[in-house]
């Protein structure tokens, strides 16, 4: 990323956060922090596949800003915690911490290399309170460490919803919520997969969507309580999990 580009990137973090009512969230340590991310981001996915959108300006609308809408449906300050499973590139976990810096975040993801990464932009950030697991969900999901820890989990994965719940609520204290990331054309999907949310201890507790400022891109968050502690038996293994969805 040349000056010219850092500029543009930043401005638009600066002025989507203020499109979002959170300008307040947007102090410079926080702009430069993500724009920080993102040219390290560009630099590693020349070596490493990490993100298929490679424009600085995509990256901090498409990426940056479409995570950054978690904030105005989640109560993250006070040393929350949140889990991010299948994290990949760091997405949504790592922008909400630059966001927030109290939150106590947990990057899950099955590929080492990613986290290795990950923990080397914290580093370079100064970004602390992250933990890395390197481990598949639904095997993490069994671990007592982790099960039932998190007051939050997040999801910015493709899978249908009932496998995306039976992966992330068992991480989720009662109270908590599960952010999924979807878009908004989920309605079916979404009614779908309510009786699977419920057998896992969850319910929908509502549909945020928004639009990423700048952009005529609206995506949604689907909200899910949980209510009630996930019955032992899971997450079970991923093949029964695709094979036979809850």
């Given at each position: 990323m040349d000056i010219q580009e850092i500029r543009a990137v930043s401005d638009i973090l600066r002025r989507g956060m203020e499109g979002y009512g959170l300008a307040e969230r947007a102090d410079p340590y926080a702009i430069q922090n993500m724009n920080g991310y993102c040219q390290m981001l560009l630099d590693k996915n020349r070596e490493m596949n990490l993100t298929a959108i490679t424009d600085p300006v995509d990256v901090a609308n498409l990426h940056m800003l479409d995570c950054a809408a978690l904030l105005n449906c989640a109560e993250l300050d006070g040393g929350k915690t949140l889990i991010d499973?299948?994290?990949?590139?760091?997405?949504?976990?790592?922008?909400?911490?630059?966001?927030?810096?109290?939150?106590?975040?947990?990057?899950?993801?099955?590929?080492?290399?990613?986290?290795?990464?990950?923990?080397?932009?914290?580093?370079?950030?100064?970004?602390?309170?992250?933990?890395?697991?390197?481990?598949?969900?639904?095997?993490?999901?069994?671990?007592?460490?982790?099960?039932?820890q998190f007051d939050f989990a997040t999801a910015r994965a493709v899978a249908d919803l009932r496998v995306?719940?039976?992966?992330?609520?068992?991480?989720?204290?009662?109270?908590?919520?599960?952010?999924?990331?979807?878009?908004?054309?989920?309605?079916?999907?979404?009614?779908?997969?309510?009786?699977?949310?419920?057998?896992?201890?969850?319910?929908?507790?509502?549909?945020f969507d928004y639009t990423i400022p700048g952009t005529d891109v609206i995506h949604r968050v689907v909200v899910v309580e949980k209510t009630a502690p996930t019955p032992a038996k899971y997450p079970r293994r991923w093949a029964k999990m695709q094979k036979a969805p809850l």
């Open positions: 499973v299948g994290t990949g590139a760091g997405f949504p976990g790592m922008v909400l911490k630059m966001l927030v810096p109290s939150l106590e975040l947990t990057l899950l993801d099955s590929l080492n290399k990613r986290l290795d990464w990950l923990m080397e932009v914290c580093g370079e950030l100064s970004v602390q309170g992250v933990r890395t697991v390197h481990g598949r969900a639904e095997e993490a999901g069994l671990d007592p460490a982790l099960r039932e995306l719940s039976e992966l992330c609520l068992p991480f989720v204290k009662v109270g908590g919520r599960f952010l999924a990331m979807k878009s908004t054309g989920s309605d079916e999907e979404i009614e779908g997969a309510r009786a699977a949310i419920q057998t896992l201890g969850g319910r929908v507790e509502r549909c």
